[in-house]
């Protein structure tokens, strides 16, 4: 593959970093661009370009082809000028496509919540069954990053990415389909039609899709042919599954679900049940999902990746029996959050703290149909712990699962979470009664 214009970045990202790397292997001596709407753009052997003189840049054909991260909107209007201008849009996960997807298995997964737990799963049982594989996307390396170094890709996707994938993959893995990231993709309809662009299409790969999306009308019409669907595990499979996660550090009846998933996946490429067993074995729980750590006798969740209420709804399940402190709100998505406050109480939420912007929501709905439920309602993360130190008596179990994103006080959920957990080590370890921040009275 040969460049013969200057190409522009845009995003700064690891994908962008990897992009650079490529084209300085494929091209040495050619001419690079970066773009970013904020922040730094530390990517070598690039100029910049400020956003502010994109559309001048584009009207001059400065650079022949854009290579797009995940996390810019294809929908903001400067690509559409760039398409008017004959300047083509592309991406790091769409240049390996056309660089080494040929003679590779490869596996697509994606979902609104549990493709990286899927992938992951997929990965260590398909590598425990013998097949050389790996993992990319948003879990594991970029794109570009994996290369030709695996006869078998296991790639979790993200509606960021499935949007404009141009490549097929031999099987398209669906966890399940709830709404979210309507603010990039500007409508909660385009989610869904950019979250199923990765099986929406004519070609001869199989499906595999997850217990929530089996019964999803739009999965179903996306799918167009159910012959492609991957056969069903049979019953021994699957109780043999559901044993080995039983015994695993995998909690909670969605995770269960992924295993499941993953392993449908596996033996349709030729995976071994030992392999399965082992990699369920193997499987050590990601960063920010459902993430436990012990501080005294409290059991502190971090499940910080939790974005949707949906996500919610599965950590509170995971923890029965618990008395449970829950900590929730954020980035506002104008998600309903009535059915989540109508089951806390049965889910053994004692202790509700809610944080900006969509806090306020879920407060209101909870007070009123569970008066019982201690609802406090914080300005922000630091004075929610505070708050919960207060009231450690009232709870075993604190879980931060917020049900939406991170960006009104956070760069990411990573940041979140890690920021949640040094802040219960440092308040809750030797708090009582007698100290820390009262909300209002």
């Not at 910080?304 to 919610?312: D, L, Q, V």
Request: glycine share 8%.
């Amino acid at each position: 593959m040969r460049f013969d214009e200057p190409v522009l970045l845009y995003g700064a990202g690891r994908e962008a970093l990897s992009s650079r790397a490529f084209l300085m292997a494929r091209q040495p001596g050619l001419k690079v661009y970066v773009t970013v709407d904020s922040g730094t753009a530390d990517i070598p052997d690039t100029e910049l370009i400020a956003a502010t003189d994109l559309p001048a840049a584009i009207a001059a054909r400065r650079f022949g082809l854009i290579i797009k991260s995940p996390g810019v909107s294809r929908y903001k209007p400067i690509f559409e000028a760039a398409r008017n201008a004959a300047i083509p849009v592309t991406s790091n996960l769409n240049l390996w496509g056309a660089s080494f997807r040929h003679d590779r298995t490869v596996i697509a997964i994606t979902g609104t919540k549990g493709k990286s737990t899927t992938a992951t799963l997929t990965h260590l049982m398909l590598t425990r069954s013998g097949i050389d594989a790996g993992l990319a996307g948003n879990v594991g390396l970029a794109p570009l990053e994996i290369a030709d170094k695996h006869a078998v890709v296991v790639f979790e996707l993200s509606s960021y990415q499935t949007a404009d994938m141009n490549f097929l993959p031999d099987v398209a893995a669906l966890t399940n389909l709830y709404p979210e990231h309507v603010d990039w993709h500007g409508s909660v309809e385009r989610y869904y039609a950019d979250k199923l662009h990765l099986i929406d299409r004519d070609g001869g790969f199989a499906v595999a899709l997850g217990t929530a999306a089996k019964g999803n009308a739009l999965v179903a019409r996306a799918v167009r042919d159910h012959r492609r669907l991957l056969p069903e595990l049979d019953a021994a499979t699957n109780l043999a599954i559901e044993n080995a996660v039983a015994r695993s550090r995998l909690r909670g009846a969605h995770n269960l679900d992924n295993a499941l998933l993953a392993a449908q996946i596996t033996l349709g490429v030729g995976g071994t049940l030992d392999g399965i067993m082992q990699g369920i074995a193997a499987f050590r729980p990601l960063p920010h999902r459902l993430e436990e750590h012990r501080i005294g006798d409290l059991t502190i969740v971090n499940d910080s990746i939790s974005t949707t209420p949906e996500a919610t709804k599965a950590a509170l399940a995971a923890y029965p029996g618990r008395r449970i402190a829950l900590i929730a709100g954020g980035h506002e998505r104008e998600q309903d959050y009535a059915e989540l406050a109508g089951l806390l109480a049965s889910r053994g939420v004692t202790t509700l703290v809610t944080l900006p912007v969509t806090g306020p929501r879920l407060a209101r709905a909870t007070r009123a149909v569970s008066p019982d439920i201690l609802v406090i309602e914080a300005p922000d993360l630091d004075h929610a712990i505070s708050a919960l130190a207060v009231q450690k008596l009232r709870f075993d179990t604190l879980i931060l699962s917020p049900g939406a994103p991170s960006y009104n006080q956070f760069k990411n959920f990573e940041e979140r979470g890690a920021h949640f957990v040094e802040l219960c080590r440092a308040r809750l370890g030797h708090a009582d009664s007698s100290g820390g921040w009262r909300p209002p009275q």
